[in-house]
């Protein structure tokens, strides 16, 4: 009998990576159980997405009741209430004491992509400054303003101009954030002037570029700079937002706030969804038909977005990623203890990481993130690797986990560590 695998070998693109060999069958909240009935632990949460957990029954609900309504009209065709009562609430919830408008997209790539539209009309500019490290998709521009080449880049040829990088400031890989601004304003002086700029777009906590918190004194400064250049800046919380950080969006940590915010993965809790949220005058700047898309905005996401919304607030889950990943965190520090390989443990909320070094070398070593992540599914625990050098493991389990569950997850993450030093 053909496995599943050959079967995917033989039918889909090589292009389509694949983390683990599983195919889920079935999922409740922070388990996973394949086709031959394996139980798996979830810390993936499909990359920030099922932050509410898989299936939420209030989010189900929400869906199925939407489903017994209509499925799609195309909002640009004919509009619906859910649409116009979400983007009221992301317009309240979005930090920044301004009037603010929103549009609905359907992945946080297209989000991107309109976040930077709506910055080249708003200001008649077309630089955009992104950051190393940074991801921002996989369409064109969101490739373009991604700081990592393999393998998001690489084979698909010239990118869009006008796209410019600074170092992301990570002290751990020698980066500090006043070297960071020096070379943003080398970039000023040498390669694009300002008053071409259009937008400086940033991720709170830098994703697939290895959980790397922005430190608070750097994305200030950055706000003055645009401020004092008539540059916008976008924030994009796509993987960062909906109480993964410990708040609903993680510039809250900073008390900064960005002109336009780009959001999607945990706002549908499984059903595809994204948003791009800012100044109410800079989102007006496109005309109409400049933005939308035939799914934008799909009734499903959108039901299913109210309904996260509701469970994030009343199941506290911003409290909760607090609590948990301060017991990961501490965990993963007396566990370091043991393990010299172990250079970092960081993140805010449940947004947390652990970085690996060689001990010989003190070299980044992705060889040993990807023994401990193998080891860890073996044992039944998904994890995921990122960072540049693929030497981080980054923890992004459901905020609803159960507290016996997510012990369990605990003690198979320790002996997975350890026994990758033997």
């Known amino acids: 009998m053909t496995s599943l695998t050959d079967r995917k070998n033989a039918a889909i693109s090589r292009g389509v990576g694949m983390t683990t060999q599983i195919y889920a069958d079935r999922a409740e909240n922070s388990e996973i159980w394949d086709k031959e009935g394996n139980r798996y632990i979830d810390f993936a949460a499909g990359i920030a997405v099922v932050n509410t957990g898989h299936r939420h029954p209030r989010v189900i609900e929400a869906v199925k009741k939407q489903l017994d309504r209509f499925t799609h009209t195309c909002h640009q065709v004919v509009p619906y209430e859910n649409y116009v009562e979400l983007a009221e609430r992301l317009n309240a919830i979005l930090p920044g004491d301004f009037a603010k408008k929103t549009i609905f997209v359907t992945t946080g790539a297209e989000a991107v992509e309109n976040a930077v539209k709506i910055a080249r009309a708003a200001t008649g500019r077309q630089a955009v400054v992104a950051f190393g490290g940074g991801f921002h998709g996989r369409t064109f521009m969101g490739m373009a303003l991604t700081g990592k080449v393999v393998p998001y880049k690489v084979g698909f040829g010239a990118m869009p101009a006008d796209v410019f990088h600074v170092p992301f400031p990570v002290e751990l890989q020698g980066v500090s954030a006043d070297q960071s601004l020096a070379a943003l304003k080398r970039l000023f002086a040498a390669d694009v002037d300002p008053n071409r700029v259009a937008a400086i777009i940033i991720e709170p906590v830098q994703g697939e570029g290895g959980f790397y918190p922005v430190p608070t004194s750097f994305i200030k400064a950055i706000r003055d700079i645009c401020d004092q250049h008539g540059i916008l ?190």
């Open 233 to 422: 800046l976008i924030a994009d919380e796509v993987q960062t937002g909906f109480a993964r950080t410990g708040k609903l969006f993680a510039m809250e940590h900073h008390g900064v706030a960005a002109d336009l915010v780009t959001m999607a993965k945990g706002l549908g809790g499984g059903f595809p969804i994204a948003a791009v949220t800012g100044r109410a005058d800079v989102m007006d700047a496109p005309g109409p038909g400049g933005l939308g898309g035939t799914y934008a905005g799909n009734p499903m996401g959108v039901a299913a977005a109210h309904a996260v919304l509701d469970i994030i607030e009343d199941e506290k889950l911003c409290e909760r990623a607090e609590q948990l990943g301060g017991r990961l965190k501490q965990r993963l520090a007396a566990i370091a203890e043991q393990v010299p390989e172990i250079v970092d443990i960081r993140g805010p909320g449940f947004m947390n990481a652990v970085e690996f070094n060689d001990v010989k070398t003190n070299l980044p070593s992705a060889d040993f993130a990807n023994r401990v992540r193998v080891i860890a599914l073996e044992k039944g625990l998904i994890l995921l690797t990122c960072g540049v050098h693929g030497n981080v493991i980054r923890f992004l389990a459901p905020i609803t986990i159960q507290d016996n569950v997510f012990s369990e997850a605990m003690d198979i993450l320790e002996a997975s560590i350890l026994q990758a030093r033997a």
